[in-house]
């Protein structure tokens, strides 16, 4: 397997479970507003550093205030660009340079492959938070293990991590 098809599996996989995240905010009555605010703000990060490295301005802000639909809205055009990046994507492309200014108006360098790696991680790392949450008010969270979307024949073969 490529390094390219390897992001494209993670963040087949990164969908999935955001999804899968985004539906367990949803069986909450009410859900946790601060797992609506993190899943926003996964759905923001995910456009943002895109625009970054397409060289765009952001279209939205880094800590969104979206209701679940919006969140849903805003996940599904993420994936759908990242998709579509990922697709056009060339392993050489990979260890291109980035210069972006960050939300702290901070100037910054990031290769590619460390950007692609920061964004699966980053909506990982949420993503705990948000199910920890649902947790303390009394609801079962989302089970987003990538082995569990594996067993369950979640992902398309094509997106799965192994040859």
Not at 131 to 148: C, L
Request: some cysteine.
């Amino acid at each position: 397997m490529s390094l390219v098809q390897h992001f494209r599996a993670l963040f087949a996989y990164d969908a999935w479970a955001n999804r899968e995240t985004l539906e367990s905010l949803e069986r909450c009555a009410p859900p946790p507003a601060s797992g609506v605010r993190l899943l926003g703000h996964v759905a923001a990060a995910k456009q943002l550093w895109l625009s970054r490295i397409q060289g765009r301005s952001p279209t939205v802000a880094v800590w969104p205030e979206l209701n679940l639909e919006g969140c849903r809205s805003l996940l599904a055009e993420a994936d759908s660009n990242w998709t579509a990046y990922i697709a056009a994507l060339s392993p050489d492309q990979l260890s291109q340079s980035i210069s972006y200014i960050n939300s702290k108006r901070e100037a910054w360098t990031s290769v590619v492959e460390d950007i692609l790696t920061h964004v699966a991680l980053h909506s990982h790392y949420h993503r705990g938070q948000i199910a920890a949450q649902i947790r303390a008010a009394g609801h079962a969270p989302a089970y987003t293990d990538y082995i569990h979307a594996v067993r369950t024949q979640s992902l398309p073969p094509e997106e799965i991590l192994h040859d």
